[in-house]
């Protein structure tokens, strides 16, 4: 286990809480201290690689935490921002990092690259099954989803030789997002990332793109009980015009991608 002095941000925000007479973890996380984390030494060549696209320094802020949070990054694959979310909370945090079988199968080589030979921080690999997220009640002090609600409300399907055919149904988006919300405690953030959807396409053409339209995205999340509190414009590109699945090589790792921040309510 890494001590305080060899995490910079960690000690910084101890001697800067001490100065000004604040409590130890009164601060919340900004954009300096995710900056300060992704300069760690030994990052993954592929996070370092990613972070000009994915701009966590804008991100991770939304989730308004402090030192000490305890945070769960909701199918979180490879675990590039559970590394991150663990170098700012510190020591005293704790980073779940949450996936079911799909999507641990997806980012396996950057789980094993993470965890075989190195230390990422204080993370708990948290796998279950299909949308069980077994989090607990008012466990989290935040929560991330990145890329990957979309996934949620996509419908199962298998190509029968002339084209892909309804196989199944897609899964209990309320249940999903209701055990985001129980784990949370009150006044606690949920982060949503999500690759933007063209608003003029049917719901079911944009999740076959692996999309979804902020517009749907706010509602479902409200649904439950959340209220939105703040959005970012960084990860946005015009010049994706929307229409091409989001694997594609013209357009991967470049999408327009929305960001929106919502809050479980305090009362």
Do not use: C
Request: net charge negative; hydrophobic share 40%.
């Amino acid at each position: 286990m890494r001590s305080v002095l060899q995490h910079p941000f960690t000690f910084l925000a101890l001697v800067a809480a001490v100065l000004s007479g604040a409590s130890v973890g009164a601060a919340e996380i900004d954009a300096a201290a995710v900056r300060t984390a992704m300069s760690e030494e030994g990052r993954l060549p592929d996070d370092l690689a990613r972070d000009s696209r994915s701009v966590p320094e804008a991100v991770i802020p939304l989730l308004h935490i402090e030192l000490g949070a305890t945070v769960v990054d909701i199918f979180g694959s490879g675990g590039y921002y559970s590394e991150l979310l663990a170098g700012v909370v510190g020591e005293d945090g704790k980073v779940w990092l949450h996936n079911n079988d799909g999507f641990e199968a997806w980012g396996i080589n950057g789980l094993r690259d993470r965890f075989d030979k190195r230390d990422p921080g204080n993370i708990n690999r948290h796998t279950r099954s299909g949308i069980n997220l077994d989090l607990g009640e008012e466990s989290m002090d935040a929560a991330i989803i990145v890329m990957a609600l979309h996934d949620i409300y996509v419908i199962p399907k298998r190509y029968n030789g002339e084209e892909y055919v309804p196989v199944g149904r897609p899964a209990n988006a309320t249940y999903f997002l209701e055990q985001i919300y129980t784990a949370l405690k009150p006044g606690s953030r949920f982060v949503v990332v999500e690759h933007a959807g063209d608003a003029m396409m049917e719901s079911e053409e944009v999740f076959d793109l692996h999309r979804m339209n902020e517009s749907l995205a706010r509602s479902e999340v409200e649904g439950v009980g959340f209220r939105f509190v703040e959005s970012s414009d960084a990860l946005r590109n015009p010049n994706d015009d929307r229409s091409a699945i989001v694997f594609d090589s013209d357009i991967k790792g470049q999408t327009d991608r929305f960001v929106l921040s919502f809050e479980k309510p305090a009362g």
